[in-house]
């Protein structure tokens, strides 16, 4: 069956720091998404992706975040300066035919 | 996309049926009705989604009333690994925009 891959799995940053999240889609997917989970928490959208460049974006993903596919297969989830709220799982997805299938999730740390 | 009402918990025994309930009062003609459940520690995952009538496949049934305005998702035999957070989400048909999740409702499943 065909999966979302994400890397890492844990990643531990101090706050201010730049993270780059990473994401191999499922390779006949056009539309790729982030969202994230603070612990305890909903899932909540952050951005959606299509034919490179972003086709929706929620209020959470502000100036601090970018994404980008930069070698046509692994898509990337960067955060310019992390703070603690970013705490959290980040979860990547893409659109098949009917249903998203989501990653195993990267869980962020900032301490 | 229009907003669903979901209990915030259940419990089930195992190898015992767990009916869902979901409520969506205010769904459009052109909204079909997605479940997905999210397991411990993981990315959420498709279950099922309907239209208008019944849905079987391997995981799942879906019930969805004559009027639309609620659904129930039955798994016919709960086992331990059924335990999880089980998402009722509207989405327009044809759309590939992002899912909205609400809190949904989390299943436990006793031995």
């Known amino acids: 069956e065909p999966e979302v891959t994400q890397t890492p799995s844990h990643q531990v940053t101090q706050m201010g720091q730049e993270v780059i999240l990473r994401c191999v889609p499922i390779?006949?997917?056009?539309?790729f998404y982030w969202y994230r989970q603070i612990l305890g928490q909903k899932v909540e959208f952050l951005v959606s992706?299509?034919?490179?460049?972003?086709?929706?974006k929620s209020e959470i993903f502000d100036d601090q975040f970018s994404v980008e596919r930069p070698d046509g297969s692994n898509f990337t989830l960067k955060i310019r300066s992390t703070k603690l709220e970013d705490s959290a799982m980040y979860f990547c997805?893409?659109?098949?035919?009917?249903?998203?299938?989501f990653g195993q999730g990267t869980r962020l740390t900032v301490v | 996309d229009a907003k669903t009402t979901q209990p915030n918990s259940m419990e089930s025994n195992e190898e015992e049926p767990v009916h869902l309930p979901c409520n969506h009062s205010t769904i459009s003609g052109t909204d079909y009705i997605h479940w997905y459940r999210q397991l411990p520690s993981q990315g959420p995952e498709y279950v099922i989604h309907?239209?208008?009538s019944n849905v079987n496949n391997r995981m799942a049934s879906l019930a969805i009333a004559e009027d639309r305005k609620s659904s129930t998702l039955i798994l016919h035999r709960a086992t331990l690994r059924d335990a999880a957070v089980y998402y009722c989400?509207?989405?327009?048909?044809?759309?590939?925009?992002?899912?909205?999740f609400g809190k949904g409702t989390k299943l436990s499943v006793k031995p």
């Open positions: 989400i509207l989405r327009l048909g044809g759309s590939q925009g992002n899912l909205i």
């Open positions: 997805a893409t659109q098949g035919v009917t249903e998203a299938f």
């Open positions: 390779s006949n997917h056009l539309y």
């Open positions: 992706f299509y034919n490179n460049e972003i086709s929706e």
């Open positions: 309907g239209l208008t």
